[in-house]
C-alpha cells in the first residue's frame, strides 16, 4: 500500500470528515466505523495504486484530488476516467473481491483519505453488520451512479 500510514483517525477531526460523507450514518455509526479505519496521505504525483496492483484496500478522500486513469491502447497513453474530490469513495470493490485494479488513481495535490483494507473490512462485516450492511447500501448506490454516468459518456460518443 502506497502513501504515508498515520495513526488511528484523531476522533474529532474523522468524525466531522465523516459525517460530512456519510450524512445518513449516526454518530454512533460513525464512531463504530473509525475504529476499522487508516489514515493515508499521499503526496502530489504519488501514485496510491497501478492499474494491476491487487485490490487491497477502498478508501474515503477527505482532502485533495485524485485522478483516476486507464492505459489506452498506445503505450504510456493513459485516459483519464474521473478526478475524484473531497466526499468520493474510490477502490470500493476492495471490500467484497479480491481482484486487480482496473486502473491507475494519483494524487494531483496533497490528499488524505480514510481507508477500510480487506481484513479490516472482513472483522466490520462479522463484528458490524448492520453496519457493514449500510455501509454495503453506500456503496451500492455510488457504483450505480457511476454506471448511469459512464452510460451516458457512452451514448454521448453514439
Same mark, same amino acid.
Given at each position: 500500500?502506497?502513501?504515508?500510514?498515520? %495513526?488511528?483517525?484523531?476522533?474529532?477531526?474523522?468524525?466531522?470528515? @465523516?459525517?460530512? /460523507?456519510?450524512?445518513?450514518?449516526?454518530? %454512533?455509526?460513525? /464512531?463504530?466505523?473509525?475504529?476499522? @479505519?487508516?489514515?493515508?496521505?499521499?503526496?502530489?504525483?504519488?501514485?496510491?495504486?497501478?492499474?494491476?496492483d491487487p485490490m487491497e484496500y477502498m478508501g474515503l478522500l477527505v482532502a485533495g484530488v485524485l485522478v483516476v486513469k486507464r492505459e489506452g491502447r498506445?503505450?504510456?497513453?493513459?485516459?483519464?476516467?474521473?478526478?475524484?474530490?473531497?466526499?468520493?469513495?474510490?477502490?470500493?470493490?476492495?471490500? /467484497?473481491?479480491?481482484?486487480?485494479?482496473?486502473?491507475?488513481?494519483?494524487?494531483?495535490? /496533497?490528499?488524505?483519505?480514510?481507508?477500510?483494507?480487506?481484513?479490516?473490512?472482513?472483522? @466490520?462485516?462479522?463484528?458490524?453488520?448492520?453496519?457493514a450492511i449500510k455501509l454495503l447500501k453506500k456503496i451500492v448506490v455510488v457504483c450505480g451512479l457511476r454506471l448511469q454516468h459512464t452510460g451516458s459518456?457512452?451514448?454521448?460518443?453514439?
Amino acid at each position: 500500500m502506497q502513501g504515508t500510514q498515520g %495513526k488511528a483517525p484523531e476522533s474529532q477531526t474523522a468524525q466531522r470528515q @465523516l459525517q460530512q /460523507a456519510f450524512p445518513d450514518f449516526t454518530e %454512533k455509526e460513525i /464512531a463504530q466505523l473509525i475504529s476499522y @479505519l487508516e489514515p493515508r496521505h499521499f503526496s502530489r504525483g504519488e501514485t496510491v495504486w497501478q492499474q494491476g496492483d491487487p485490490m487491497e484496500y477502498m478508501g474515503l478522500l477527505v482532502a485533495g484530488v485524485l485522478v483516476v486513469k486507464r492505459e489506452g491502447r498506445f503505450p504510456g497513453k493513459n485516459i483519464i476516467l474521473a478526478i475524484l474530490e473531497k466526499g468520493s469513495l474510490f477502490g470500493e470493490m476492495a471490500v /467484497a473481491a479480491s481482484h486487480k485494479h482496473s486502473v491507475t488513481i494519483a494524487a494531483m495535490e /496533497a490528499t488524505q483519505a480514510y481507508v477500510l483494507n480487506s481484513e479490516k473490512a472482513r472483522q @466490520l462485516f462479522e463484528q458490524q453488520p448492520a453496519l457493514a450492511i449500510k455501509l454495503l447500501k453506500k456503496i451500492v448506490v455510488v457504483c450505480g451512479l457511476r454506471l448511469q454516468h459512464t452510460g451516458s459518456r457512452l451514448a454521448e460518443l453514439l
